[in-house]
């Protein structure tokens, strides 16, 4: 078995954002190895994620994205459990995040945006990326509508 040091542990959680008993299970299941602790770390927001997906989402902001030559742009109607979390940061970057992927993909729907490629790692979608943030808050995380100007 692996000694996890304080160092390992915080840079884990600047990392992935996850808390600190996650990440020293995380380490301790990995032996140290930073690259499987955060797949570990992965793994379990995105099962988190699945467990709150019946869970109702009355709370949220709608966010927007203009190009900087005015020509484009995209609103997302981002829906969460509780304003507290609408207030976060994490919802506020991914929400931001989504609508930017809206202005410059052009999902025809939401179920088209959620398959598509994240625009800024395409190993991983915006369903995933989605779901990551809800396993990171604990709330379920839905995208309600989008538009595309």
């Given amino acids: 078995m692996t000694n996890i040091t ?3 542990i915080k840079q884990l959680r600047e990392e992935t954002g996850a808390g600190i ?4 299970k995380a380490l ?3 032996d140290g190895d930073m690259k499987k602790a955060k797949a570990w770390i992965t793994e379990k927001g995105l099962t988190r994620a699945a467990e709150k997906a019946d869970r109702t989402t009355e709370a949220g ?3 927007s994205y203009v190009h900087f030559n005015g020509k484009v742009g995209a609103l997302v109607k981002l829906a969460c459990e509780t304003d507290f979390v609408a207030k976060t ?3 506020q970057h991914l929400g931001r995040e989504i609508a930017m992927q ?3 993909m052009k999902p025809e729907n939401v179920e088209e945006l959620l398959a598509q490629d994240y625009l800024r790692d395409s190993s991983s979608t915006i369903e995933k990326l989605i779901k990551s943030v809800s396993g990171k ?3 379920n995380i839905r995208v ?6």
């Fill in 28 to 30: 301790t299941a990995s």
């Fill in 137 to 139: 808050t604990g709330e």
């Fill in 144 to 149: 309600l509508s989008i538009a595309v100007l």
């Fill in 89 to 91: 940061e994490d919802f």
């Fill in 102 to 104: 809206c202005a410059s």
């Fill in 61 to 63: 902001y709608v966010f």
């Fill in 6 to 8: 304080m160092d390992q």
């Fill in 21 to 24: 008993m996650d990440v020293r």
